[in-house]
């Protein structure tokens, strides 16, 4: 299966590590939505989408790519990581897939090492995350994701 996840990922790279934790498990290219002009995903058989969760929501630059770049019908999934609460977690994302008719193979969440406002003051949340157990789940994740679209693509 050949795999895009465009993403964001700044502050302290939590969303970045998870995503090389996945990218590990097979043929991935990751790419961040910040350091290109334009991004073809059609050639890719599933297309993800990362981000941390600023302000409750997915970060806007993946949501931007999203809608101008994701095809139609492509399937997706979601990987988010996040502080002290999901908030709305993938559900902006979710609705953009929606208006494209991509089916969602599934969404992966963790925690993730905090510092943004108030949380810099108490020195951070999340401390330590993602940490390996995290990072295994997010490989499981995507073996698991992988395998049921190859089952699928078989029949």
Known sequence: MKTAIC?????????RKVLTAMAGEGNVDLIDVTACQAVCLEDYDCVGFASGI?????????????????????????????GGAKGHGAQSIAEIAREKGCPVLGEFSCKGYDTFGPFKLVGGIAKGHPNERDLEQARRFYRELKNTYERGAKT
């Open 7 to 15: 993403y964001y990922s700044r502050h302290h790279g939590n969303t």
């Open 54 to 82: 600023y302000g409750f929501e997915f970060q806007k630059a993946v949501l931007n790519a999203a809608r101008q770049y994701l095809p139609q019908g492509k399937p997706v999934f979601f990987v988010y990581t996040y």
